[in-house]
């Protein structure tokens, strides 16, 4: 991870004790004037895309997951060894914690664009990771908030950039309401990671 990520990762997850590997620093997406306003070279992303009503599959943030992609795939990247390559599908991740929201990324994806849950990418790594957090509101989640806020499941989908992760979810799951302490805290993840992607844009 290049030191941006690595510095949200090790603040949310690892009371600050988790460093960057030496030489991660050289990496980073190399944008053209045309990229994606929401893109940036490395760090954190939080993007807030409006919807009601989705519970394990959101078309509008399908569309703007498959903006994003479209951008990346125009965008170079540089490597810890200093070397650029042109990015294509096999240097973005796309997870979603739904099977159904999965799917559909997969069907306005391009063919061969590795989409799945964050499970199918424990232990891999792409140069930009995309992630659709998909359900509207908290009073929405199917699975209990447990599921959708997991800190484990947020820590390994960021984890996976290289460069960039940009976290795409309905403003309305920062509000959610929490009926214990442990709740709390995982809604302050998913809280924190808009704090720290706003800051870093400040």
């Known amino acids: 991870m290049h030191p941006d990520v690595c510095r949200f990762v090790s603040d949310a997850f690892y009371d600050g004790r988790l460093m960057p590997e030496a030489g991660n620093e050289q990496q980073g997406l190399v944008l053209d004037p045309n990229a994606d306003a929401a893109l940036t070279a490395t ?96 009073e929405d989640v199917s699975r209990g908030l447990e599921f959708l806020y997991s800190r484990n499941r947020l ?11 940009v976290v795409v979810a309905s403003p309305r799951l920062l509000e959610a309401p929490c009926n214990s302490i442990e709740q709390m805290k995982l809604v302050n993840t998913l809280c924190f990671a808009k704090a720290y992607a706003e800051a870093a844009q400040s």
């Open 155 to 165: 820590n390994v989908a960021i984890s996976r950039a290289r460069c960039l992760a």
């Open 43 to 138: 760090g954190l992303r939080f993007i807030t895309v409006e919807h009601e009503g989705c519970t394990q599959k959101s078309e509008v943030e399908a569309e703007r997951v498959r903006q994003l992609y479209h951008s990346l795939l125009a965008q170079r990247w540089t490597d810890r060894d200093g070397q650029v390559h042109p990015i294509g599908v096999d240097d973005i991740l796309v997870v979603s914690p739904y099977n159904m929201q999965v799917n559909l990324l997969k069907s306005v994806l391009p063919a061969g664009s590795r989409v799945g849950t964050v499970d199918k990418f424990q232990g891999q790594q792409a140069a930009a990771v995309l992630v659709s957090m998909t359900t509207s509101t908290a």
